[in-house]
């Protein structure tokens, strides 16, 4: 009896050990945590579909590079009027590299004297409703978008200096891809997009970031900020956080209703965050 007790005690023992391995594995990420907003019906509404717009640019392309699964991936490009190291990799927001993106990445490219790269983590889906992109944002594999970030490093270069940007579901991305750029990257801009919130992934940053939110976000809120200060400050990284008396997008390029008068402080803000990092 007390053998089949003991049995019994050791494969409850094994049973629970089970599960909590399964539930720690199968904890979201945070940009899976970013992503599960698509099943709200409150975040999908908020967003208002993008009204048509076609950009053409003179000197941008689209391009295909080797993700690290070795599969390929699209992106971007938009070259500097000058050589130069340094790059901008881009992380569009929920509704794909559309045209907004791409006339924003030449704007970068001449703002900043830099090469710019738009990463396309939606692999040629590009939403032009609020149902397509909350579909496209849930689609989204972690893995696949690492291995296509991964890919874009060794498709920039070892001795390129890298920045990175994107806003709502791309700033969440931006600071993913600051993260994984190692010693090459020289800062990440994210405008609020979902923060990390594993301190050891955290201590895997080698750069400063700027973090531009608003402050009626339901989403990305101020708890959420707060939070995201902590664990930096504990990581022993440096954050820079502006915060909006705005609401969440209110500088995404589709915007119809964006926030004029924060999306322009906030472009100030990352001129003087870029700039002085290109020194």
Same mark, same amino acid.
């Given at each position: 009896?007390?053998?089949?007790?003991?049995f019994?005690?050791?494969?409850?023992?094994?049973?629970?050990?089970?599960?909590?391995?399964?539930?720690?594995?199968?904890?979201?990420?945070?940009?899976?945590?970013f992503?599960?907003?698509?099943?709200?019906?409150?975040?999908?509404?908020?967003?208002?579909?993008?009204?048509?717009?076609?950009?053409?640019?003179?000197?941008?392309?689209?391009?295909?590079?080797?993700?690290?699964?070795?599969?390929?991936?699209?992106?971007?490009?938009?070259?500097?009027?000058?050589?130069?190291?340094?790059?901008?990799?881009?992380?569009?927001?929920?509704?794909?590299?559309?045209?907004?993106?791409? =006339?924003?990445?030449e704007?970068?490219?001449t703002?900043?004297? #830099? $090469?710019v790269?738009? +990463?396309? /983590?939606?692999?040629? @889906?590009?939403?032009?409703?609020?149902?397509?992109?909350?579909k496209y944002?849930?689609?989204?594999?972690?893995?696949r978008?690492?291995?296509?970030?991964?890919?874009?490093?060794?498709?920039?270069?070892?001795?390129?200096?890298?920045?990175?940007?994107g806003?709502?579901?791309?700033?969440?991305?931006s600071?993913?891809?600051?993260i994984?750029?190692?010693?090459?990257?020289?800062?990440?801009?994210?405008?609020?997009? =979902?923060?990390?919130?594993?301190?050891?992934?955290?201590?895997? #940053? $080698?750069?400063?970031? +700027?973090? /531009?939110?608003?402050? @009626?976000?339901?989403?990305?809120?101020?708890?959420?900020v707060?939070?995201?200060?902590?664990?930096?400050?504990?990581?022993?990284?440096?954050?820079?956080?502006?915060?909006?008396?705005?609401?969440?997008a209110?500088?995404n390029?589709?915007?119809?209703?964006?926030?004029?008068?924060?999306?322009?402080?906030?472009?100030?803000?990352v001129?003087a965050?870029?700039?002085?990092?290109?020194?």
């Amino acid at each position: 009896m007390k053998k089949l007790q003991l049995f019994l005690l050791v494969m409850l023992i094994c049973l629970c050990a089970k599960t909590q391995v399964k539930m720690s594995c199968c904890t979201p990420s945070a940009t899976d945590r970013f992503a599960m907003n698509g099943n709200k019906a409150s975040f999908v509404s908020f967003h208002d579909d993008p009204l048509p717009f076609v950009y053409e640019s003179k000197t941008g392309h689209d391009v295909t590079f080797k993700a690290s699964d070795g599969k390929d991936a699209h992106g971007y490009f938009v070259p500097s009027e000058r050589p130069t190291n340094y790059y901008l990799l881009v992380i569009h927001e929920w509704w794909g590299l559309n045209d907004y993106i791409k =006339q924003e990445c030449e704007k970068f490219s001449t703002e900043f004297g #830099l $090469n710019v790269l738009a +990463l396309d /983590l939606y692999e040629n @889906k590009v939403a032009t409703t609020k149902e397509d992109a909350s579909k496209y944002m849930q689609q989204v594999n972690t893995d696949r978008a690492l291995a296509i970030i991964k890919g874009a490093y060794t498709h920039v270069g070892g001795k390129a200096k890298v920045f990175t940007i994107g806003w709502c579901f791309g700033g969440g991305w931006s600071l993913q891809t600051a993260i994984e750029g190692g010693s090459q990257v020289a800062g990440c801009i994210m405008f609020y997009g =979902q923060p990390e919130t594993n301190i050891d992934r955290l201590k895997k #940053l $080698n750069c400063d970031v +700027l973090g /531009l939110f608003a402050k @009626k976000d339901e989403w990305i809120n101020q708890k959420v900020v707060d939070e995201f200060k902590e664990n930096m400050e504990k990581a022993g990284k440096k954050l820079t956080v502006y915060s909006y008396d705005a609401d969440h997008a209110f500088a995404n390029p589709s915007n119809p209703i964006y926030d004029k008068d924060a999306t322009e402080d906030a472009y100030k803000k990352v001129d003087a965050f870029v700039r002085e990092r290109m020194r």
